[in-house]
């Protein structure tokens, strides 16, 4: 299967380029994904997006075998995973991979779609939280449920149905539920000293997202060229997420992620003081 890499920005950032075949008009598709690294790592990271796509393929069957009566939950994700998932994230199609590894596959996931009714699936669920389960996750067991089911039930033609659609999640007690406390200024203030005499570069990082509000990708994209220092604002117009054989740079979901920030004039001053030791 053919692969290709180019550097797209210096220093060391690759975009992959897998061919994937052709769509129903003949026109040739391809996967693309970006990869930040040196060369060699970035070829490490064709070869397995190239086999990535390859092991995808093995498992395509055609449309008019799939939408059946007898099709499993299994194989509508995997056909979801065919067509579908290029428009997703690394990180998105790796957590939905790992939840439907881990707690469908082998279970429920083996199961007829047309023989499942939310009396069952509703049962499952309620087994996953004695299990110990949080209610986030298996909210998010079923989210990725419902959009295999959703998906199946549209592409089968109204063949199957979509059972996901009416079940009610178990309920957790507030009890149960891990209070999560925001630290105060002081605690802050008290991380940021810690981070000064440990590191000056974990100490502009965090720094930057405590005054911004960043996310991580974010802040692990930002060059200097998003830098005015003049001017005091950061552009934020791309983020770095994990992929398999390293890490990828991409654009953001939505346009409104795209955005000019403000900072303080301590936060400026700490950014200064980076730039100017990493110019020696």
Not at 175 to 191: G, I
Not at 227 to 253: F, H, M
Not at 259 to 269: C, K, M, P
Request: hydrophobic content about 40%.
């Amino acid at each position: 299967m053919a692969g290709s890499l180019r550097l797209v920005r210096s220093p060391d950032v690759y975009e992959l380029r897998v061919y994937v075949g052709r769509d129903s008009s003949g026109r040739v598709k391809h996967r693309y994904e970006r990869f930040t690294g040196n060369k060699r790592a970035a070829q490490r990271a064709l070869a397995a997006l190239v086999a990535e796509v390859e092991q995808a393929k093995e498992v395509e069957v055609e449309p008019g075998n799939i939408w059946s009566p007898a099709t499993t939950l299994n194989a509508a994700f995997a056909a979801w995973k065919l067509n579908g998932w290029q428009d997703l994230s690394p990180t998105t199609t790796r957590r939905y991979e790992g939840i439907w590894r881990v707690h469908v596959q082998n279970s429920i996931g083996l199961r007829k779609i047309s023989e499942l009714g939310s009396y069952d699936l509703e049962r499952f669920f309620r087994k996953l939280k004695s299990d110990g389960q949080s209610e986030s996750s298996v909210h998010q067991i079923r989210a990725v449920l419902n959009r295999t089911c959703h998906l199946a039930k549209r592409w089968s033609g109204g063949v199957l149905p979509n059972p996901v659609a009416e079940t009610e999640l178990p309920s957790w007690s507030m009890d149960a539920a891990r209070v999560v406390r925001a630290p105060d200024a002081t605690e802050v203030a008290a991380l940021l000293r810690a981070c000064a005499e440990e590191d000056p570069r974990v100490a502009a990082f965090v720094r930057f997202v405590t005054a911004t509000g960043a996310r991580r990708g974010e802040a692990c994209a930002l060059r200097w060229g998003d830098v005015d220092l003049e001017n005091r604002t950061i552009t934020i117009d791309e983020s770095i997420v994990s992929s398999r054989g390293g890490a990828t740079v991409k654009g953001p979901k939505t346009r409104a992620s795209i955005r000019r920030l403000s900072i303080d004039t301590g936060t400026a001053e700490v950014l200064a003081a980076l730039r100017k030791e990493q110019r020696g």
